[in-house]
């Protein structure tokens, strides 16, 4: 083979791979266009969609649009959201946001949203950095172990009743809500820090109706999971307390962070 | 070379348009993907060191039931148990209380422990129960729990147990008729050093606070009260900061 079909070949080489590069993304350009499909002018030079199609997440109904891409300091805040009076295991309390569809079409929209436990990266408390124990670096490996316990321990549901609490959140599967008419859907979510390993693990034991239960229980149960509720994975109300402690000893001040995706 | 020339200004070409191109169809993408998520946050909650304890028995391990062998009429029967937290200084103060039932006319009382010593103790009114004590570590050996059967005083602040009130059944609460008894704002004392004995260890008071669960099944004249079925003795305890 000469230079000259070594360089011939190559250039192919690239070229096809940029028309497959290119041809992705047009897809994904199209794709897109063709899901936001509103209001579309040509202007000669390309394509320009007016966005129609951004959620917005609103405090109160007809409220203003709270919703940020990314969060900061002077972000405005769910309220309210505690309704005991120290937050610690057996904590718990409610919150409610409206996700708002702009385009006020009237027709049914669906999105998913997901919470995770956040300490306060913006905390003013000087004694406390990042909202977090002096001491504590959130790259360590002790902190992502905290992390994981908070975002365990605290546990959200999308449904309280006499029976208890029902219809968990699974941190790592988003909710799926579906507006019903379009316009504004309003989202409820109850929490509670579980202070007990019974309450998870035993059966019937009353404060998670038992079918959501056993649920959580499996989930938990799993290899890949159970590390992120208890020290070691093992199966004791004393690694559950020891999980609760390095909660306690490494965050002060803590947020939930909802996040809201059009589906 | 001068064809190679030509053919690498054509790729310089080529990859410049295809990188306006790409340019082009990625942004308005990228913002897409972008203006879909959005995100909000509650405001902040104070995290609380969480004020866990557990009730031990005499070899420091974690008891949920006492099983009363050799509980008999007539005589006076303890248990001896401590109150532990699960991490050291996240408790200051706890309550303690015992709660009966009184079917058989049993009396039983809470006293605190004074002292552990590897030795007899000796004085006026010092009581004791013996103990082989085994510790998870291999760390053991016979143990006198020192105690009195009066509660320390109040005022002496050495002695750190803190005040206790007897309380009535809470008006509130949905419980079977029985006894209720409180002990509040027992505390554990500060961390003074590691401890190296067993004796050390069960009189680290920023670790235990040991108790003694004193039974009493009183003789009765007729035999009438004895003739009942049972009774049931809570030992509950829950800790602040």
């Known amino acids: 083979m000469t230079r000259r079909n070594v360089i011939k070949s190559f250039i192919g080489v690239l070229l096809s791979a940029c028309l497959a590069v290119f041809a992705m993304l047009c897809a994904m350009n199209v794709f897109g266009w063709f899901s936001m499909s509103h209001d579309v002018t040509g202007n000669g030079m390309g394509i320009q969609s007016k966005d129609y199609r951004v959620l917005d997440i609103l405090k109160i109904v007809d409220g203003p649009n709270i919703g940020v891409e990314v969060a900061t300091k002077d972000m405005d805040k769910l309220e309210d959201v505690m309704q005991s009076e120290k937050f610690i295991p ?4 409610k919150f409610t946001f409206y996700v708002h569809d702009s385009s006020s079409s009237g027709e049914q929209y669906s999105f998913i949203y997901s919470i995770s436990v956040k300490n306060n990266e913006f905390c003013d408390d ?3 950095p990042n909202g977090l124990h002096p001491g504590v670096n959130t790259g360590s490996e002790d902190f992502i172990k905290a992390e994981q316990y908070i975002n365990s321990h605290i546990m959200f549901f999308e449904k309280k009743d006499e029976n208890g609490y029902s219809e968990w959140i699974c941190p790592d599967k988003p909710t799926r809500c579906t507006s019903e008419t379009g316009g504004t859907k309003e989202v ?16 019937n034991s009353g404060l998670i109706q038992e079918d959501t239960r056993k649920e ?45 995706t059009r589906d | 070379m001068g064809e190679n020339l030509h053919v690498s200004r054509k790729i310089t070409k080529i990859a410049i348009v295809v990188c306006v191109i790409m340019l082009v169809a990625i942004i308005p993408v990228y913002a897409w993907y972008v203006s879909m998520n959005k995100l909000t946050r509650t405001e902040d909650m104070q995290v609380d060191m969480p004020p866990i304890i557990y009730i031990r028995d005499d070899n420091l391990e974690e008891v949920t ?98 005040g206790w009130t007897e309380t009535e059944k809470p008006a509130d609460a949905n419980l079977n008729y029985g006894v209720y008894k409180s002990y509040n704002g027992m505390k554990f004392t500060e961390v003074q050093s590691v401890p190296d004995t067993v004796i050390e260890k069960l009189n ?38």
């Not at chain 2, 003694?212 to 900061?241: F, H, M, R």
Request: aromatic letters at 16%; hydrophobic letters at 35%.
């Open chain 1, 90 to 93: 057996s904590a718990f309390g």
């Open chain 1, 126 to 128: 000087e004694n406390f």
């Open chain 1, 188 to 203: 409820t979510v109850y929490w509670i820090w579980m202070d007990q390993y019974e309450q998870i693990f035993e059966e």
């Open chain 1, 216 to 260: 959580i229980a499996e989930y938990y149960s799993k290899e890949e999971n159970i590390e992120k509720l208890l020290v070691n994975g093992e199966k004791s109300s004393e690694v559950y307390n020891v999980a609760d402690t390095v909660i306690g000893m490494t965050y002060k001040y803590v947020c939930f962070e909802i996040k809201v």
């Open chain 2, 65 to 162: 039931s006492f099983h009363l062998d050799g509980l008999k009429i007539g005589e006076e029967y303890n248990e001896v148990f401590c109150v532990s937290p699960a991490l050291i200084g996240s408790v200051k103060n706890f309550f303690l209380g015992v709660i009966y039932t009184e079917n058989l006319g049993m009396e039983i009382n809470i006293y605190p422990v004074d002292a552990v010593t590897d030795t007899i103790p000796t004085g006026d009114g010092v009581l004791y129960e013996e103990r082989e004590v085994t510790l998870s570590g291999g760390m053991g050996g016979t143990c006198y729990f020192q105690y009195g059967k009066t509660w320390p005083d109040n005022s002496d602040n050495s002695i750190t147990y803190g």
């Open chain 2, 204 to 241: 680290d008071t920023s670790r235990y606070r040991f108790f003694i669960l004193n039974i009493t099944w009183p003789l009765s004249d007729t035999g009438e009260d004895n003739a009942k079925e049972a009774d049931i003795v809570y030992i509950v305890t829950k800790g602040n900061q």
